[in-house]
């Protein structure tokens, strides 16, 4: 059965979402897969520890002082919550500019809870509150530390972007001059690659003793809080599961988890990028991994604070229950 995310109403499917899994080992053998593994998407926010590993591997992280904290922001797509903004301003004076240098544009907070920073609360949307804005903080550092201009630092001819595909592209295993290049929703460079190669740089990020990979890994999974927000699937799995799973999601349905025990890396696409569909796509992965004898999840249930990832309500405009989103079928192991 092919593998899915099937949206209900009332007791019948309603509609059908598509999904593409490669579940990676880092020698780059692929032991599960669903859909196809060697699907071209981009990679859009799920990149992000890579994109900051130069900022480790150059030596910007240590002159400007960025400690875990830090690193967990420049590898975030954060909820923009207080403790998010502030971090980014942080980062922005450690390295002596200020917001206006962001190139990164407002958007409305990723969490609907946080009204205060939306038009409608009555909040002014500034480029900090973005969910990138600490990517882009790091991309700065790296650029004053290197000397190079601060001014279009995310555009593709700039040294910067140059050093962020460099790593991808050592990451993931794939020539430079074969990864996409576009522009992503935040304006800086985003990378076009098979599922099958984001799911080797994760199943690297996890496994490496490489001290850049060690130092993002660490800082990820020290700081959930900071790499996405509470209430979020990234937050509540990497807190529910400490040092067993690392989760970064990426826009239009893109999901990436490194789980450094199990040495597997993970890359997921829901193919008509429904986000929403994207959660329970990545814990129904998980779920058939420890099925199977590949990952150790203790217990045989998701805590609370994940379970309501598992499978979401479809709720009408009287608040209503009408259905909900889940997954359905099976991934192919490999032998």
């Not at 480029?127 to 995310?154: D, I, Q, V």
């Not at 209503?320 to 099976?330: D, H, N």
């Amino acid at each position: 059965m092919e593998f899915r995310i099937e949206s209900t109403r009332g007791q019948l499917v309603e509609s059908v979402h598509r999904v593409s899994v490669a579940v990676v080992d880092p020698d780059g053998r692929v032991v599960a897969r669903a859909g196809d593994p060697a699907l071209v998407s981009f990679w859009r926010s799920a990149a992000k520890p890579f994109q900051a590993m130069p900022l480790v591997s150059d030596g910007a992280a240590d002159q400007f002082g960025f400690g875990p904290r830090e690193l967990a922001l420049a590898c975030a797509s954060h909820s923009s919550e207080p403790v998010h903004i502030e971090l980014a301003d942080h980062m922005l004076r450690l390295i002596g500019l200020t917001e206006q240098d962001l190139a990164c544009g407002p958007h409305p907070p990723l969490a609907g809870t946080l009204t205060d920073l939306s038009p409608r609360g009555g909040g002014a949307l500034t480029p900090r509150s973005s969910n990138c804005s600490g990517k882009h903080a790091g991309m700065l550092a790296l650029a004053r530390f290197h000397g190079w201009p601060t001014a279009g630092y995310e555009r593709e001819a700039h040294p910067v972007q140059a050093r962020c595909l460099e790593a991808i592209s050592i990451w993931s295993g794939q020539p430079r001059e074969t990864i996409r290049l576009a522009v992503d929703g935040c304006t800086a460079v985003c990378h076009g690659l098979p599922l099958s190669a984001m799911a080797l740089a994760y199943a690297r990020l996890g496994s490496s003793d490489d001290s850049p990979a060690v130092r993002i890994r660490d800082a990820m999974m020290g700081h959930p809080g900071l790499v996405a927000g509470g209430g979020r699937l990234c937050t509540d799995l990497m807190a529910a599961y400490p040092g067993l799973v690392l989760a970064k999601v990426g826009a239009d349905g893109i999901y990436g988890a490194a789980l450094p025990a199990a040495r597997l890396g993970v890359a997921i696409k829901v193919e008509d990028g429904d986000m929403r569909s994207a959660r329970p796509a990545l814990l129904a992965v998980l779920r058939q991994l420890a099925e199977k004898g590949l990952l150790a999840l203790p217990g045989a249930d998701w805590p609370a604070a994940v379970a309501h990832h598992a499978e979401l309500p479809t709720i009408n405009t009287r608040g209503e229950v009408t259905g909900v989103l889940r997954a359905a079928g099976a991934l192919h192991f490999s032998h």
